[in-house]
């Protein structure tokens, strides 16, 4: 693994271009559950098709609101961890790094990270579900309603921002996180299963173009076969390692 890392620390010059994927994993060491552990992860608990879906909120509206508040309330309670952190120290020491996240529970931001791309919304925002229009927090706090009415279509009610199984993506935020791929020297796949599309092509995008491909894992993945350099681990580990020997 040292000689991985000191290798890899070659690539890792003042004007190198980084593009970083991030899944859940990088926030499992803040005690954030992923989705897809066998035993603790979020799918293997909850079925995705009664929480995360739009039909989901359509049916039980005060169910799918209550489970995503929880969500937000923990994200509130833990850290950063010494991951996250890397990631800025990392920024800090390349040429150009775009970090490009699957999460949505805003550990990158609070670690210290600018002009994150969150693929999949964030947590601590709402819109409202029929028009998608942000809803400020402060008419969030004053109004009642398990969720509250929307302040911008009369049916319409608040909603957490985030991305449910069969939404698209932003195309804005979809068409920045490929041309960072595709920019980019080497390219960070960390603690992401690499299943979920269109997360899981960046890394190919950027292999097409040329990138070196780092994989920070835990476990094997689909993309670990495909991948330049593996380091198997804790990304809360192997990052600060990774960043000293810089
Ligand atoms: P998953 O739960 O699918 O995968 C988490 C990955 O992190 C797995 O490959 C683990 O092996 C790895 N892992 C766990 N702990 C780790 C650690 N400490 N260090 C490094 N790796 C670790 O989560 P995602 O890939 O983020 O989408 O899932 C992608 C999307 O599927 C999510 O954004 C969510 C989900 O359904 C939506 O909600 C739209």
New binding site residues.
């Given amino acids: 693994m040292d000689r991985r890392i000191e290798k890899l620390s070659t690539l890792l010059t003042a004007d190198c271009r980084v593009c970083v994927l991030?899944?859940?994993?990088?926030s499992?060491?803040s005690g954030i559950p992923?989705?897809?552990?066998a035993q603790t992860?979020?799918?293997a608990q909850y079925r995705?098709e009664d929480l995360?879906t739009p039909q989901a909120f359509e049916r039980n509206p005060p169910l799918v609101w209550r489970w995503y508040r929880e969500r937000r309330a923990r994200v509130l309670e833990v850290e950063p961890n010494p991951?996250h952190r890397a990631l800025v120290e990392l920024a800090a020491r390349v040429g150009a790094l775009t970090l490009v996240t699957?999460?949505?529970d805003g550990l990158h931001q609070r670690a210290g990270s600018r002009g994150v791309i969150e693929?999949?919304g964030n947590l601590s925002r709402s819109i409202c579900h029929r028009t998608l229009k942000p809803v400020p927090e402060d008419y969030l706090a004053a109004t009642p309603g398990e969720p509250p009415p929307s302040p911008h279509h009369r049916d319409g009610l608040v909603r957490p921002d985030?991305?449910?199984?069969g939404e698209l993506l932003r195309g804005d935020v979809l068409e920045r996180a490929f041309a960072a791929a595709h920019a980019c020297d080497v390219f960070f796949s960390?603690?992401?299963?690499?299943?979920?599309e269109p997360?899981a092509s960046l890394a190919l995008a950027a292999r097409e173009s040329g990138a070196h491909i780092v994989e920070?894992?835990?476990?094997v993945?689909p993309l670990s076969r495909q991948a330049d350099t593996v380091l198997k681990?804790?990304?809360?580990e192997?990052l600060p390692r990774l960043v000293a020997a810089l």
């Fill in positions: 991030t899944g859940a994993g990088i499992a060491e992923t989705f897809r552990d992860g979020l799918w995705p995360a991951g699957q999460n949505v693929l999949h985030v991305v449910w199984f960390i603690g992401t299963s690499a299943v979920v997360a920070v894992n835990r476990d993945t681990g804790p990304a809360g192997i």
